[in-house]
C-alpha cells in the first residue's frame, strides 16, 4: 500500500514541504515527469518549485507509456543527472503514474523495463517516488502495478516496489480535464468495481473499496445536486478506493478485451474500456445497464466500427493478447473459464465495436 497520503484542495501548494526531507544533496535532484498539457498551462507548472539541478521533463500523452519510452528516460536521467536522482514525481494521469513508477524502478534495477513486465520480478527498491494525479479514475495512484506496453505485450510491472512512495491529492487540479475524458477515465474506475465486485477473487477487504467506490460513481454520474468539486472531490476518493479494490483482487471481461484494442489499435484505456464494456451484457447485466443510463445522462457518444475492416489475422493478434491474461478470465468467470471463453467467442464481441 501507499505508505503517506495527503487530500485536500490546494494541497499542491504544500509539494515542496513534503518532499525536500528526502533530497539526498545537491547534486542529486528530483525529476519531474508532467503530462505536457501543462506545458503551456502556468497555473499548474509555475506551483513547482525547482531547487539545484531539478528539471521538469514534459511528456506526451498522445500514446500510452511503453517500455521502450522507459529505457529512454532512464539513459536521459542517468546520463544528464550528476549523481542518481532523489526522486521521482510524476503529475498527470495514469498514463505519467505508470511512467513515473516504471522510471523509479529502472533506474535502480538494470537492464530493459520489458525483463520486469510480469509478477515480482523486480528485485532491488525503486528510487522515492512521489504521485500526484491530475484526472481521475485509473487507480493507477494507488496500484501495485505500471502498466507498459512492450514488444510483445501490454503488461504491468507488479511489485511491492512498484507503489508509490506519497501521494498527493489535490481534486482542484482535475478542473480542466475535458468532458469526454472526463467520462472515459472516470467509467474505469466505475468498471474497476463491477468487474472486482462481480468477480470470484472477491475478498472482504476487496469488497468494501469496491462498494464505497461503486457508491460514489453512481453519486459522481447520476444525481444532479452535486457542486463541481464536491464531483471532483468524491471522483479522486471514488479512483482511490476503485484502486484499492482491484489491488486486492483483480478486473474481468472488459479489461481483458480493452487490453488487446489498445495493444493492436492503440485505443486508449478509459475510451477502450467504455467501447468494450458497452457489449458486456452477458457478463455484467445489471453493471452495462448503469452504464448506459450515465452515457446517456451525459450525452456520450461512443465511436462505432472500430474493428469493421479488421483482417482475421489482426483479430487474433487482439485475441491473443486478450486471451493471454488469464488472471483476468479467472476472475470474471472462475476456474474452468476456458470452457466458457473461447477465441471465436472474444472474436464475436471484438466484431460488435
Ligand atoms: P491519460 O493519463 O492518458 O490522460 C488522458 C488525457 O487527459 C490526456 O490527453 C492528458 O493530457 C489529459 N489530462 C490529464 N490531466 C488533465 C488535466 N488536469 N487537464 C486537462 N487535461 C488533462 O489517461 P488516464 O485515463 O488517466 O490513464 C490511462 C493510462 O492509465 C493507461 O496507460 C492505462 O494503461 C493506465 N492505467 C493504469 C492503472 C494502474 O493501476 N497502474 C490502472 C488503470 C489504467
Ligand atoms: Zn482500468
Not at 452504464?291 to 451525459?298: E, I, N, Q, R, V
Request: aromatic fraction near 10%.
Amino acid at each position: 500500500m501507499v505508505p503517506r497520503v495527503i487530500f485536500g484542495r490546494g494541497s499542491f501548494n504544500q509539494l515542496s514541504e513534503i518532499i525536500s526531507p528526502n533530497r539526498l544533496n545537491t547534486k542529486a535532484p528530483f525529476i519531474y515527469l508532467v503530462d505536457d498539457v501543462f506545458k503551456s498551462n502556468t497555473w499548474l507548472t509555475s506551483r513547482i518549485s525547482l531547487s539545484y539541478d531539478d528539471k521538469i521533463l514534459y511528456i506526451s500523452t498522445k500514446e500510452e507509456p511503453k517500455t521502450s519510452q522507459v529505457d529512454q528516460l532512464v539513459e536521459d536521467i542517468i546520463l544528464t543527472c550528476k549523481e542518481r536522482p532523489s526522486g521521482i514525481i510524476g503529475i498527470g494521469g495514469g498514463s505519467i503514474l505508470d511512467l513515473a513508477k516504471a522510471v523509479s524502478i529502472l533506474l535502480t534495477n538494470e537492464g530493459s523495463a520489458e525483463n520486469y513486465q510480469g509478477w515480482d520480478l523486480v528485485k532491488n527498491p525503486a528510487i522515492y517516488h512521489v504521485g500526484i494525479p491530475t484526472i481521475s479514475g485509473t487507480g493507477a495512484e494507488v496500484s501495485r502495478t505500471a502498466i507498459l506496453t512492450g514488444p510483445k505485450l501490454k503488461l504491468g510491472i507488479n511489485s511491492d516496489y512498484t507503489p508509490f512512495d506519497q501521494v498527493l491529492l489535490d481534486p482542484e487540479l482535475t478542473k480542466d480535464v475535458e468532458k469526454n475524458q472526463w467520462f472515459y477515465t472516470g467509467m474505469d474506475c466505475y468498471i474497476h468495481c463491477i468487474e472486482s465486485l462481480n468477480g470470484t477473487f472477491l475478498n472482504e477487504f476487496s469488497k468494501t473499496y469496491g462498494e464505497k467506490a461503486f457508491d460514489l460513481c453512481k453519486e459522481i454520474f447520476l444525481a444532479d445536486n452535486l457542486s463541481v468539486a464536491e464531483s471532483q472531490d468524491k471522483l479522486m476518493m471514488a479512483s482511490w478506493h476503485g484502486g484499492m479494490s482491484i489491488a486486492y483482487s483483480q478486473v474481468g471481461v472488459a479489461h481483458a478485451l480493452s487490453y488487446g484494442l489498445s495493444y493492436y489499435l492503440g485505443v486508449k484505456h478509459g475510451i477502450g474500456n467504455c467501447l468494450v464494456f458497452d457489449h458486456l451484457e452477458e457478463y455484467y447485466p445489471e453493471g452495462v445497464a448503469l452504464f448506459k443510463t450515465m452515457k446517456a445522462k451525459h450525452d456520450i457518444e461512443l465511436p462505432q466500427g472500430i474493428c469493421a475492416n479488421l483482417t482475421d489475422a489482426e483479430f487474433d493478434i487482439m485475441i491473443k493478447v486478450a486471451l493471454s491474461l488469464e488472471p483476468l478470465w479467472e476472475n470474471a468467470l472462475g476456474k474452468k473459464w476456458k470452457t466458457i471463453i473461447t477465441p471465436e467467442k472474444v472474436k464475436s464481441l471484438y466484431q460488435k465495436i
